[in-house]
């Protein structure tokens, strides 16, 4: 009504109550738009109440009414409330992997989290593969600014664009297993929350298959002491024929990436494959056979290859009800002596996936809000590895100032690891439990006895593990990746797939007490050994 003013509307609301313009454009503005034509409405004239109090709905509709009945006002009604979106719920507690091992089989993830740079922080992991889905909700806080490593001028291609799983749900189901935001109070978490996240296409537009290619692209974008997934399996040809899925590394180029990333200081986990092969098999003519076992007929000498330096992952069972018992290798696991170490290989929880746990009921079309409880195989057994790996990194780099050698790396996850269950003829390796890992590597970081017993973590003389005689010339070992050259010098120890220094792991005792050989080395590299500490951290 003309000539009524908001103080004469607002004397005849109830306490608590104001009015403010319900349009926020200036007056004079509102004023001129509405006078464009003769026939348009005056905006000035319409109000919002705002309560300064909250009231119950009811108290609204009462005050809607009244309002209402006021000589001079045309209308008063109360908007339509749209309900909040749909949040998706906390799903975090069918992640077993992510806890302590005596619990609930798990790598004891989270303890490591409360070490600095135990969440992975200073690491980049690159996933080599494809089909990520880098808009996530639970993973945008990593990938929001990332791109997509290829060669200049080529572009990524999703070999399965027409599968809404294959298109965005693999890469989605890795990344989220490594580095799904921990503190967003939705979804899952990942392993490594506080490290880098880097994706490298191994099928490109121009390139078609690029695998190796993608390693070292990954290798120069990168830095010593990060981590390289090779999540894809590859056809093992062994005597000239296919006899299953195997590693990545079956591929001739692969293979010598996978050398030069490691070489240049990167740790590069594989996937062992899904073709359940053996691969110590005769047929194989030692490609991976680490106990020199039996070669096939028609093997050739030059098929036998050195240890490439990558940790191997099988797929064990997870343990969780209705799934594959713990650490059992499950059926379709490529073993054998070459493969290190095992991941959960059924009912991995993580993000992506054919939203069978969980998808937006606002939108369940919208795969940036999928979840699964069913991500399988060696390619969800391979990132909880490759966390592993990274959150130790990530501790040696905040407490040492520099990464771990990668064999250094894949030999306390060994070392430390859960046992296999079941036939451990079929090896996948050891579970990682980071528990103890970053109790071998504080431990053995002490330079004096008295820092070592004052840690709660560190025991004097009292396990194994920590007993380690590790001269200098140990690095000069961990270069030889075969057998041969590693015992060709007469310095170097082949053990459990590591070259490792004549000294290490000896007693003070016997490290003193060892023999000097033809060419007087060996006393003299051992003797001249500094012992001080318990943990056996030696210098020549």
Known sequence: MPGIDEKTIEQNLPPGQKIEP??????????KLSSAKSDLPDLTRWFKIINIAP????????????????????????????????????????QTYLDPQKLFNGIDAEYSHKFTGGDGAGVTIYDIEYAWDLNHEDLISKTRDITILVSPGDAPVNPWPDDPYLAVGHGTGVLGELVADNKNEIGVSGISPGADIGVAAEYTRNRGTDRANAIMLAVNDGKPGDV?????????????????????????DVYDATRVAVGNGRVVVAA??????????????????????????????????????????????????????????????????????????SCVRTTGGGWDLHRDPDGP???????????SGTSSASPIVAGAAANLQGIAMAKFGKPLNPLEVRRILVETGTKQTGDSA??????????????????????KKSKCIKHKACAYNLDER??????????????????FKCTRGGFCNYRGG???????????????????????????????????????????
């Open 498 to 540: 590591v070259c490792v220094h004549k000294c290490s792991g000896l007693s003070k005792k016997d490290c003193k007490n060892m023999k000097t050989d033809k060419k007087g080395i060996q006393k003299k590299i051992c003797s001249n050994m500094k012992y001080d500490n318990p943990c056996w951290k030696c210098n020549s």
């Open 55 to 94: 009231k119950p709905s009811s108290d609204m509709f009462i005050l809607s009414n009244n309002i209402q009945a006021l000589s001079f006002v045309e209308e008063a009604y109360i908007p339509d409330l749209q309900p909040p979106p749909a949040l998706t719920p906390d799903l975090r507690k069918g």
């Open 365 to 375: 079309e919208n795969i940036s809000k999928w979840y699964t409880d069913f991500f």
């Open 272 to 345: 062992a494959g899904n073709g359940a092969v053996n691969l110590d098999s005769a047929k194989c003519c030692r490609k991976y056979d680490r106990t020199n076992g039996p070669v096939g007929p028609n093997c050739r000498v030059e098929e036998a290859r050195e240890d490439s330096g990558a940790i191997m992952v099988g797929a064990g069972g997870s343990g969780r009800n209705g799934c594959f018992s713990a650490r059992e290798r499950i059926w379709s696991s490529s073993f054998g002596s070459r493969v290190d170490l095992q991941g959960f290989g």
């Open 228 to 252: 390289i997934l090779l999540e894809m399996q590859s056809g093992v040809f062994c005597e000239g024929g296919e006899i299953g899925l195997g590693p990545a590394e079956d591929k001739l």
């Open 466 to 483: 920590l007993n380690r005689c590790i001269p200098k010339g140990e690095d000069k070992c961990s270069q030889h990746h075969s057998k």
């Open 22 to 31: 319900l349009f926020t454009l200036p007056k004079d503005v509102l004023e």
């Open 426 to 447: 079929e090896n996948i390796g050891p579970l990682p439990n980071l528990r103890q890992a970053i109790r071998q590597v504080i431990c053995t970081s002490f330079a």
